[in-house]
């Protein structure tokens, strides 16, 4: 079975900011893959990033990155320049590919602060 | 095109009553994942329908959930006897294809008070 694990409940950072979110995971499986997700008050969840397990590349998209390191199992989130915008919750996940259900991490608030 | 919808957005019910939640996936999706989001739980995976495959029911946490999916595309989930700790948000989401991961799109969920 997959676990998930967010020990940040809440962060705050400044607007135009660099703020990491941190994860580890656990899994039996070699093949997964790992996701960071947004939800706004809205309650839409919204894919942020993910990640293969497989790629030793880290994952980027614009204004968010992730550090993998596989052998820690641990997938941090870093956003730059921080927005009002990204204020929401954010949520690390996996699934193996052996199995498409996504195990959610308890996730963090964050706060972004004009 | 329109997005995943869920329907109704607030449900708020008495103990004991029985409830439908219903979830309209983006068209031409054929996996469709039901998730319930609560305080004390968090997110939780409940059931996950692929095609004509028989649905994988593993996450429903007692024997008055269950889920169907009519036609490849809506699928209804019905809680019967609520009870309080089936307060949750309930959340929908639909992909291309399952196994083989494909991003998932989730529905705005539907918030279920049960008094």
């Known amino acids: 079975a997959q676990t998930v694990t967010q020990s940040q409940p809440e962060m705050s950072v400044q607007e135009a900011e660099t703020v990491t979110l941190s994860c580890t995971y656990d899994t039996s499986e070699n093949n997964y893959y790992l996701f960071w997700y947004k939800q706004p008050p809205s309650r839409q969840m919204i894919l942020v990033i993910r990640q293969e397990a497989y790629k030793q590349q880290n994952a980027t998209e614009n204004r968010f990155s992730v550090n993998f390191q596989k052998a820690a199992k641990s997938f941090s989130l870093k956003i730059s320049d921080s927005q009002l915008g990204d204020t929401a919750m954010y949520f690390c996940a996996s699934t193996e590919v052996s199995n498409y259900k996504l195990t959610f991490g308890k996730g963090t608030l964050l706060t972004v602060n004009p | 095109g329109a997005g995943v919808s869920q329907s109704p957005s607030n449900k708020v019910t008495e103990k004991g009553k029985d409830v439908e939640l219903r979830c309209d996936p983006i068209s031409g999706h054929t996996a469709l994942y039901w998730y319930r989001q609560s305080l004390g739980q968090g997110l939780e995976f409940l059931i996950y329908f692929q095609g004509n495959s028989a649905p994988d029911k593993s996450g429903l946490p007692s024997d008055r959930f269950s889920a169907e999916r009519t036609g490849g595309s809506v699928s209804t989930l019905t809680i019967q006897r609520t009870q309080q700790e089936d307060s949750a948000v309930y959340l929908c989401?639909?992909?291309?294809?399952?196994?083989?991961?494909?991003?998932?799109?989730f529905g705005p969920g539907t918030r279920l008070t049960v008094l």
């Open positions: 989401a639909s992909s291309l294809a399952g196994g083989d991961w494909s991003e998932q799109f």
